[in-house]
């Protein structure tokens, strides 16, 4: 009786490859006629029923498969396999809890990398429903409002609450993030401000507030050459953004300052600015002197050439560093 079951189970397999379903169910289906003390038997038919996408079945069929198993004292292995199956089938028929049941117990039978991996996904995505599920873009503006309220009267702490709770309601939002990373900011917690300020810009790389915001907070570290650069591109954006020249400016006369050992001496922070690699490279680059030259012999040409943000970074960082006296407007 056994061998005749193991024959049918090997003509079910053979079916199986050649994705002969309707055969393969008929072979598996005879298997425990004959056998049915074969959990193997009930976890084969029950993959043939995942395949056909027949997710109630094959659920079914391998809870079948673990009741046998038990009475049989079969091989953990094997009932791990039948749960991990199990797991599976809910995961397609969207029963996420179910599967991640089913996952665990797969798992306290035997601990395999795949078994963790499975259970590790199905609760990600778990959480992600959990959190689509919360989105509610009205709710956020609700939250948003609070928090606008708190902070304009100096509750930053309960602001960042409010803030918090709308980026959950509507993540892809990122002026809710800029305006945390302003809470943050008045928190003097600038690492949890950078990160929001990064968040913001990754959401929407035009966002010019989330720059200043970065380069204000850079500043404010001592960072002086970084909040440049984040000024720098926020004048990439927006080329007549007051702040964002006024942040360069603050920037610049500060880091020339201290590297000069907070000299006066005006002499002493050109002789430091001419040490600066990057004004080398500006000095030397063809393109630039000739702007220079005619600055000094027609002011009005150079007009033009102040619309390219990052010609304006370079005279700002020549004039700052006190080589050149251009009044910039």
């Given at each position: ?305 102040l619309k390219n943000p990052e010609i304006v970074r370079k ?15």
């Amino acid at each position: 009786m056994a061998d005749a079951a193991l024959k049918q189970k090997d003509l079910g397999n053979q079916a199986y490859k050649k994705k002969d379903f309707d055969t393969a169910i008929s072979h598996y289906k005879k298997a425990i006629e004959l056998d049915p003390s074969n959990l193997i038997f009930h976890t084969n038919l029950a993959a043939v029923y995942f395949e056909m996408k027949l997710y109630d079945e094959c659920i079914k069929e391998c809870s079948t498969a673990v009741e046998v198993g038990r009475e049989q004292r079969a091989d953990f292995k094997l009932i791990a396999k039948a749960y991990n199956r199990m797991g599976s089938a809910h995961r397609k028929a969207e029963n996420l809890e179910a599967a991640k049941g089913a996952f665990e117990k797969a798992l306290t039978e035997h601990r395999t990398p795949d078994y963790r991996q499975n259970l590790s996904e199905v609760e990600s995505m778990i959480k992600k429903a959990a959190e689509e599920a919360y989105i509610n873009p009205e709710l956020a503006e609700t939250e948003k409002q609070k928090g606008n309220e708190s902070f304009k009267k100096g509750d930053f702490a309960e602001a960042v609450k409010s803030y918090s709770e709308a980026i959950k309601r509507n993540p892809a939002d990122a002026k809710i993030y800029s305006n945390r990373a302003a809470c943050y900011t008045k928190l003097t917690a600038f690492d949890l401000a950078l990160k929001d300020c990064d968040k913001s810009l990754a959401l929407d790389p035009t966002f010019v507030k989330a720059y200043l915001r970065k380069g204000n907070v850079l500043k404010a570290m001592g960072q002086h050459q970084n909040a440049m650069d984040v000024y720098v591109k926020a004048l990439d954006v927006d080329p007549n953004n007051a702040e964002a020249k006024q942040g360069y400016k603050d920037c610049s006369v500060k880091q020339y300052a201290s590297g000069a050992g907070a000299s006066n001496d005006p002499e002493a922070v050109r002789q430091r600015a001419m040490n600066d690699p990057e004004i080398q490279q500006i000095m030397q680059d063809p393109a630039m002197r000739m702007i220079l030259e005619q600055m000094q012999s027609d002011p009005q040409a150079v007009s033009e050439h102040l619309k390219n943000p990052e010609i304006v970074r370079k005279i700002m960082k020549l004039k700052d560093a006190g080589l050149i006296s251009m009044q910039y407007r």
